[in-house]
């Protein structure tokens, strides 16, 4: 099992650190290799993603990747900016399928700033595409209007679309995630407006004829918004495209508390996968020791599941940060009165130690 470690900017390098002790307290084998991305291979090697990088990732069974991103860059060309590593690394490895769960801890209710009774028990899965949409969509660019409202203006412009294979294949993961959950799945378009999410409403309602076990249902992106903040729990799965699926996942993580908290997968067809906490490399708290470690504490158990086939040691991952949080450990992004605050390396000692002692236990009950 080889894992590609690539901590990042920011706090990546202090949460990934925490991960990977976490990842060697298992009594498994794994071959992990770290190298830079982001800003700081930028600084090292002139780009956010080298060739060295792109080729260990390439190599591996799963990359556990922390975190990009730096004001700092913000003046850089587009094509040098830390964001470009993580995009070219979902290009190249083809990770067109990222799971991002929402999950209310319950010890975490209090965190969040929906009242208790809404979001109490919230399990959502939010499946969003990853390599296609505006987001890759060509032609891009500024130019000079030839028409529109000011013809001989400058102006920018991206493209959005979709081709049905595209379509059909994150369909495909939507449908069956769903049928190991509650069989239900919303799908999010702006079919109202947007020829590709007409499209895309079309290919998905195809799709859900060969899952005639799992209720679909489609959703405006503007009224799911609303939604996820009026009645989340109505939720279970919801799929949708790669620029709605970039706004709604942060704005369900936000309902949990702390989207300190939330792991992500994104996988390609050979179940290749990329690990990353939800969120960013935070550049204000870096180099602090306060940032929550436990969104890639989650990542790594989610690679274990997906990427590497073994799904106990998920658990086990899974029950120690539990274990931590029933403790009343909280990291200050957590923290609520009556609680214990603790820093980043504290709370990965923790975990450490609510997993040796279940590995314990394991060994002498057998
Ligand atoms: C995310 C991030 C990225 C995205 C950025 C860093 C390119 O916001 O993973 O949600 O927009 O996809
Ligand atoms: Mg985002």
Redo the contacts with the bound molecule.
Sequence with gaps: MKIAVLPGDGIGTEIVAEAVRVLDTLDLKFEMETALVGGAAYEAHGHPLPESTLKLAKEADAVLFGA??DWKYDKLERSLRP?QA??GLRKNLGLFANFRPAICYEQLVGASSLKPELISGLDILIIRE?TGDI?FGAPRGRRTAVDGHFPGAEEAFDTMRYSRPEIERIAHVAFQAARKRSKRVTSVDKANVLETFQFWKDVVTEVGKEYPDVELDHMYVDNAAMQLVKAPKKFDVVVTG?MFG?IL??EAAMLTGSIGMLPSASLNSSNQGLYEP?H?SAPDIAGKGVANPLATILSAAMMLRFSLNQPEAADRIESAVQSVLAQGLRTGDIWSAGTTRVGTREMGDAVVAALSASITKKTITG
């Design positions: 990009v991103g964001e993580i995009l990853l987001y790669n970039d996942s942060d939800s960013g």
